[in-house]
């Protein structure tokens, strides 16, 4: 089955504490990107990548970090976790180095920090 | 910069109802339209697309024209079910210069169907 698979789904952590959000998607897509949903903000894009080693900030890259060391994976990195990181984050993907505007996303993970 | 607008909601409709989710655009050159849905507790999928002027997309009963004189892509659906309460986003894709393309979402519409 196609999918982008995200983990952890949900996780509850404290400020400055590191943890990875692992995405990994089986379409042998080239587009990959990270995405926060907040309330009354809707979707702000934090980094996306083109290809292996291509990564480049969105619109919101503070506090984060990426890595496209293979095709199908691009973990999400928050080095020191601050409590305004507080989000629902997806992971997509798109068949095309551009984006086609057809993303295929993963179920998201709820991020809380204390 | 590009932009999306979404009418505010939440919106709330009886069972049956008419839906109408405005949506308007601002984009230089040509773009894209889309539809997304979320359903509760699970990631966007895509519901519909256009990708030029007068084209119509549909999907599950749902539709959307592509209006290039009025820069809208308004979703309707004739007749809601409750399986449809989800939220919508608009969003379009449009060349950003630099051989790069840019992928814009509104900040969604939650709909609740009621029976």
New interface residues.
Partial sequence: EAQVTQNPRYLITVTGKKLTVTCSQNMNHEYMSWYRQDPGLGLRQIYYSMNVEVTDKGDVPEGYKVSRKEKRNFPLILESPSPNQTSLYFCASSLYQQPTGELFFGEGSRLTVL | GDSVTQMEGPVTLSEEAFLTINCTYTATGYP?L?WYVQYP??????LL?ATKADDKGSNKGFEATYRKETTSFHLEKGSVQVSDSAVY?C???AYSGA?????T????TKLSVIP
């Fill in positions: 894209s889309f507790g699970e990631g966007l999928q895509l697309k986003f969003a379009l894709n051989g790069s393309y840019q992928l979402f509104g900040k969604g």
